[in-house]
């Protein structure tokens, strides 16, 4: 049994010589299926008598506060549209494995995409806090020999929260397709040792991939996808919180 895992089909070239991905498609239908979906919760609110509607909208939009607060401190509660807008991407992109389309996490393009522009909202709020020259200065802290490795170790802060979250999405996905193909394989083998057409007929239902499979997927598909979006935007905070206090 040949399996194959690739990364993002193109779909067509625009114009000659742009390509338009499934990491491209995917990613415009969930931000235009996330923007339907504020617009749908937050339609006629009221400040009594309020809709199921209106209490899911306000449960998650406390919850989101919570959440950058408890990292950022209330001084930070600009911060929460974006916090939350990165973490609803992250898992709607992760789980739209489960509907058939391609994870744009899983395209190591989008997650480095998402980390360039917090490395960005990092730097802005360094400068922001110490002044241009302050950030430069900070390089040479302690002593300036280090002044090389601080710059490393700047520019590694974007690169290792891309991996870390494409890493992961991308390791369940390898590890639940080679899991299915060697149950499949079993599968063949174990009825095929009935003989005659009975042996062909069983070994051609995947009995043995009814359960397996499902478990996986609960852990790679929803768990590791709440989970490192979790992360991501944890990180987010915490890095531009210490950046505001330096």
């Not at 991905?21 to 937050?42: D, E, K, P």
């Not at 992760?94 to 994870?103: A, E, N, Q, R």
Request: net charge neutral.
């Amino acid at each position: 049994m040949n399996v194959e895992i690739n990364g993002a089909p193109i779909y067509f070239e625009l114009f000659g010589c742009i390509p338009i991905t499934a990491t491209m498609v995917v990613s415009w239908a969930i931000m235009i299926i996330l923007t339907g979906l504020c617009i749908w919760l937050t339609r006629d609110l009221k400040v009594q008598n309020v809709s199921k509607r209106q209490a899911v909208a306000e449960f998650l939009v406390k919850t989101a506060e919570k959440f950058v607060n408890t990292n950022m401190g209330p001084k930070f509660a600009h911060y929460v549209p974006f916090v939350a807008a990165l973490f609803c991407l992250s898992v709607f992109s992760s789980l739209s494995s489960l509907i058939g389309c391609f994870s744009p996490t899983a395209d190591l393009s989008t997650t480095l995409a998402w980390a360039i522009v917090v490395f960005i909202m990092i730097t802005a709020t360094k400068i922001r806090t110490g002044g241009l020259g302050g950030y430069l200065i900070g390089f040479t802290k302690p002593i300036p020999v280090l002044t090389p490795f601080n710059v490393i170790s700047e520019c590694a802060t974007p690169i290792s929260m891309a991996f870390r979250h494409f890493g992961n999405i991308v390791s369940g996905m390898v590890i639940s397709t080679l899991v299915y193909a060697a149950l499949t394989v079993a599968n063949q083998a174990l009825f095929g040792l009935l003989p005659g057409l009975l042996g062909d007929f069983l070994g051609s239902i995947p009995f043995l991939t009814v359960g397996v499979p499902a478990f996986l997927s609960l852990y790679f598909d929803w768990f590791s996808s709440f989970m490192q979006a979790f992360i991501f935007c944890m990180l987010t905070t915490l890095y531009i919180a210490n950046a505001a206090e330096e």
